[in-house]
């Protein structure tokens, strides 16, 4: 493999990088709280709720110490939130174990809940110089398509690969964390998965095989993914009085230990989970049916808008006031666009001014 782009390509990245406000500090909590957040989630996203979160909880004991709801509700819309618990669980230990400081150790992070292979030379490379590969999928298809590599990028063993690859040939304590931070940097502007790549635009392009021989499109090669389970439900957004029923999740499974609105099956009757939830009501109205694709799953939501006249409902539900469900409660994704035209209804309806 050709590697004389890494000189133009570290070049390129210190006179084009995006201006984020992770890349401007070494910090090990704040690098670490960024790539966290940014698994599975576009980088505007992530911008604001870096701030947010940082804001209230600026440090790692700040974040070990701090209760479920807190974190739950700061991470609340990311999505994926095993990974700020995970995240919590390793600050506790750091606070215990390393008396509140990331360890400058590839194989000590490593170790830490929530912190993989990727995750861990993110931390040793950006915070602490040392030589470690952060493969992820920006660096998997940049580096697939300069050496014109067929391996499936899907499989663990290509990803250890790379990164063996990486750090025996690319890296050094001089220039890992920029030249990381260029590779992932590539891949999200000019060597794009989708459409056309910036060739044109590209600092490795002599380099690369895939633009030498217009091959872009054949790379990488990637094994396609099982298709998604699909969840017919059935979901009550249920007021009585001026509260709002929702209720925790289990503690294992998708959104597990997160609140939810009240839901079933589709298969089963509405009215007859309404009566098993002890809910008398007084009017149900259709909303607009949902859907929320998750990794593996998709949900398919009917959902309605109850106006209950008694809650003789189980110890399971807990009524909360609007102003409690939008200050404490993490509401998951699936249930905001529900919760949104709910919030219309109640206002087109007088029954309440509160946003949710």
């Known amino acids: 493999m050709d590697t004389s782009f890494v000189l133009p390509l570290t070049g390129w990245y210190e006179k084009n990088r995006r201006a984020l406000p992770w890349r401007e500090t070494k910090d090990p909590y704040r690098i670490w709280l960024s790539e966290i957040m940014l698994q599975q989630t576009r ?12 804001a209230t909880l600026p440090t790692i004991a700040d974040l070990a110490a701090a209760d479920e709801e807190t974190i739950l ?37 490593l170790a830490l809940p929530g912190i993989g292979a990727y995750t861990a030379g993110a931390i040793a490379s950006f915070a602490f ?13 940049v580096m697939s398509r300069i050496a014109g590599d067929m391996r499936d990028i899907a499989l663990d063993a ?15 304590r001089s220039n890992a964390a920029v030249l990381n931070q260029a590779l992932m940097e590539l891949g999200a502007c000019v060597c794009l998965p989708v459409g056309t790549p910036k060739c044109d635009l590209c600092p490795a392009a002599d380099c690369c095989i895939a633009c030498k021989q217009q091959l ?13 389970k699909i969840e017919h439900l059935h979901v009550f957004f249920i007021l009585c009085g001026n509260k709002i029923a929702i209720r925790k999740r289990g503690d294992k499974g998708l959104l597990a230990s997160l609140w939810e ?15 098993a939830l002890g809910i008398v009501p007084s009017a149900i109205t259709p909303l607009s049916p949902q859907k929320h694709i998750f990794t593996h799953v998709e949900w398919h939501m009917n ?48 029954q309440i001014e509160s946003k949710i």
């Open 43 to 54: 980088v505007e996203a992530v911008k604001a709720y870096y701030t947010r979160f940082l």
């Open 73 to 109: 509700k700061l991470w609340e819309g990311l999505g994926y939130y095993s990974r700020v618990r995970n995240m919590q669980k390793a600050a506790q230990y750091v606070m215990t174990h390393y008396s509140g400081v990331l360890p400058a150790d590839y194989d000590a992070l």
């Open 129 to 141: 110089d040392l030589p470690y590969a952060a493969v992820d999928g920006n660096v998997l298809r």
């Open 158 to 172: 290509t990803k250890k690969a790379w990164k063996q690859y990486m750090e025996t040939t690319l890296l050094t």
């Open 216 to 228: 872009q499109h054949m790379f990488p090669v990637k094994s396609g993914k099982k298709p998604r």
């Open 261 to 275: 609105f009240p839901n079933c099956s589709a298969s089963v009757n509405p009215r007859q989970a309404l009566s």
């Open 303 to 350: 959902c309605f808008f109850v106006t209950a006249r008694q809650k003789d409902a189980d110890d399971a539900l807990l009524w909360v006031s609007p102003e409690e469900l939008h200050a404490r409660y993490a509401l998951p994704s699936a249930f905001r666009p529900m919760a949104q035209e709910a919030e219309r209804h109640m206002e087109d309806s007088g």
